[in-house]
């Protein structure tokens, strides 16, 4: 293993793509936030592989028995989602950005695009797979002179929207399924956290370049790949923000070093593979006095435990921040069992628990002060699967790190989601045709390739003069094709334009206001307004502030509920003069100085209504007219 103390690191980043129709339907890619219309039900079970076998992972979610209810809309969602209809044919728009996105990172288009289904049973998909299509192979980008290669790129749908989850049953909305998404996996040639996130970015730039991708939580998420060397692949799910993914890494690396260090510990100690030696050890604890146990207890449940001989001290081992090895094996207690975690001797004394149960527990088992035991309360059932899964996360402690997908916490720490899955999850669809990329096809999307976000920059920064940070800023922005837009076609200057979109929206953002959801076409109409004079630049916070605050409404009604009517430029030059008039004294006495003390007495009347520069020059000639006169 090479690189960076064998660390290695591959990226796979899922992006949905901002078409106006789903990937094998004609609905809306859109989310909705009202009322569904309806909602049915459904259970899933895993189908094995054309080979006869059965995913793992599959057989997993499976075990789980959840229910699953799907809420859809009448006039947004159709049979096909429901599975209740054959997909149909790939969406040629779809096809053609991922194929754009394909050539931009260097990589060799199929001959021919085969659509496959990958099962997925945790009920995120109604028909108990998703379907996916390799487009290109064999690319790569360049970071810092290392060529990162680019092993995949396919297009996908997206899966259902989780809207809640309990024990026995998970709700799911259907507006998201369906939506397409292209997966860019890179090789395992990455060999640091910074270098991780450096990946990211220029991938991600390079999606934003085509212009066809959506924004917003959500819309996007990083998967990394992370083994260091004696350790093992990890999968970790779901870093929905790009400044996480260092610390995603770097906690995972951690992780997988005091693995080792525990491994090594352990066999140093000579521990024996755990056993699945569970006992009822309820009799122990009629008089205790924990709330946890009590409370398990009066609704009929069991106190069970299971010893790890040789595991004494080491399940409050710190593996990440916050998180010990302890709570490794309560991460599986959880999934496998639907308990609330587990209790180890370890950390005990304590939850009410006291020193004498502590005592009596370990004589139960015969374990001495190199051993710990483990128990769970709760449900008979639910106890035994717990402890099961405990006692195999154990005996897998005992062969250092196990190769599993685990899930990004919010502070960079991660918790076990499911096995790794297997081989025999992928099988060929056959409801969907095959699409031939012709070299026809291809001429075409690399004719019309769009510019690099890294290119843009260099040009805005020469052709509209605008500041490197302002024009970074801009690019990688959703308003850079309105930006050139009103630059070019509407003379707009600029900088105005630039600083409205990164520091007048970065303000209101702040202040709570969703500028996300203003129509592209009344941004335009404000600031072309404001551009011919109608309303001075000082307004346009008030305006946005109140379109986005009441949804549907037009600038005009903006513009007449706030009062910034075109102002007569004459009628604001007699305001001048009644002002300079009043105030002759202080004119006289501080000469053109006295247009910044009198600027207050213009502004007041006429904030936001007209630019404060016109008003100052229209003052300035007033108080200069009136010391000639003098």
Known sequence: MSGSGGVRVGIEIHQQLDTSEKL???CPTVLRDDEPHFTVVRRLKPTTSELGEVDRAALFESEKGKVFYYQGYKDSTCLV???EEPPHALNGEAVSIALTVALL??????????VMRKIVIDGSNTTGFQRTAKIALDGWIDDAGQRISIQSLCLEEDAARKISETEDHVVYRLDRLGIPLVEISTGPDIHSAEQARRVALKIGRILKATGKIKRGLGTIRQDLNISIEGGARVEIKGVQELGLIPAVVEYEVMRQRRLLEIRDELKRRGAPRPKSEISDVTDLFIHTESKLIKKALQSGGKVMAVPLFGFGGLLREEIQPGRRLGTELSDHAK???GVGGIFHTDELPAFGITDAEVKSIKERFGAGEDDSVVMVAGGERSCKNALIAVVRRAEAALDGVPPEVRAANPDGT???MRPMPGSARM????DVPSIVVTREILEKIKSNLPELLENKIE????????????ASLIVDSPYSVIFEDLVKSYGLPPSFVAATFEYTFKMLRREGIDVDILDRNAIKEVLIRVHKGEFAKEAVPEIFRWLALNKGRGVSEAVSALSLSAVDLDSVRRSAIEIVEKNMETVRREGERAVSRLMGDLMKLYRGKVDGK???DLLSEEVRRALQKR
Do not use: A, Q, W
């Open 459 to 470: 040009r805005y920064t020469k052709e509209f003069g605008l500041s490197p940070d302002l």
């Open 614 to 616: 016109v008003l100052h």
């Open 105 to 114: 990172l260097n990589m060799k288009p199929v001959d021919e695009i085969h």
């Open 81 to 83: 989602e429901l599975d």
């Open 335 to 337: 999934v496998y069992g």
């Open 427 to 430: 099988y060929p669809e056959t």
């Open 414 to 416: 991660t918790h076990f």
């Open 24 to 26: 094998f339907c004609g």
